[in-house]
């Protein structure tokens, strides 16, 4: 089977700009999470989506934004970037909620703003 | 929000070496993640605990949810375990979700 999948890699975008950043989890995984990792940092929780709704959000500002598809997959949606955007972002899936499911993590786009 | 904290910040060791990297956290939790993080970037999941002690090949994981602490050892270490070891924390409750990760431990080991 296949793993969790992100697309692109890697962006460089500039100021201002938007960018959205992509995500498959792995087959009957219904939950996808977001998180994004600063250089020298660990990871910070960004979003939760499960059956297409929105389960947690983490403390980032209302021009990051996400949804869930029909198919389980994602996007992460960030508007007006800043400097201080860049990182890698990194999509996990799960199958349910439960702290007994294990987060299967994608290999992340790393998103560089100029 | 949970604080997880994580030592050493790095580790260099030659190859062959028993390795420790220590985990502490400030809220109770039901079940405690460690995860390995290689250059570029992608994250596997090593181990999910909740009480007790995990074994999987060379590595092992224990927690002790009253101390709320949690070790992860590599025995008979090897080059290619270089890699960067986070360990994260969900919030009480139960949910898998809003993990709040430590910073990571960077190990080396040299052969």
């Known amino acids: 089977d296949a793993g969790v999948t992100q697309s692109p890699t890697h962006l460089i975008k500039t100021r201002g700009q938007q960018v959205t950043l992509r995500c498959s989890p792995i087959?009957?995984?219904?939950?996808v999470s977001w998180y994004q990792q600063v250089l020298g940092q660990g990871p910070q929780f960004i979003f939760q989506?499960?059956?297409?709704?929105?389960?947690g959000r983490g403390n980032f500002p209302d021009r990051f934004s996400a949804r869930q598809f029909p198919n389980y997959s994602s996007e992460l949606n960030v508007n007006a970037l800043l400097l201080g955007d860049s990182a890698l972002y990194l999509c996990?899936?799960?199958?349910?909620?439960?702290?007994?499911?294990?987060?299967?993590f994608g290999p992340g786009t790393r998103l560089t703003v100029l | 929000k949970n604080e997880v904290e994580q030592s050493p910040q790095n580790l260099t060791a030659q190859e062959g070496e028993f390795i420790t990297i220590n985990c502490s956290y400030s809220?109770?939790?039901?079940?405690l993640h460690w995860l390995q993080q290689h250059p570029g970037g992608g994250i596997v999941s090593l181990f999910m605990?909740?009480?007790g002690k995990k074994k999987h090949g060379r590595l092992i994981a224990t927690i002790n949810i009253q101390e709320k602490h949690s070790s992860l050892h590599i025995t008979a270490s090897h080059p290619r375990d270089s890699a960067v070891y986070i360990c994260?924390?969900?919030?009480?409750?139960?949910?898998?979700?809003?993990?709040?990760f430590g910073k990571g431990t960077l190990l080396t080991v040299n052969p």
């Open positions: 996990a899936s799960s199958p349910g909620l439960s702290y007994t499911d294990t987060q299967y």
């Open positions: 087959s009957g995984h219904k939950s």
């Open positions: 989506y499960y059956e297409k709704e929105e389960r």
């Open positions: 809220v109770g939790i039901s079940a």
């Open positions: 605990l909740s009480s």
């Open positions: 994260a924390a969900p919030p009480s409750g139960g949910s898998n979700y809003k993990l709040t």
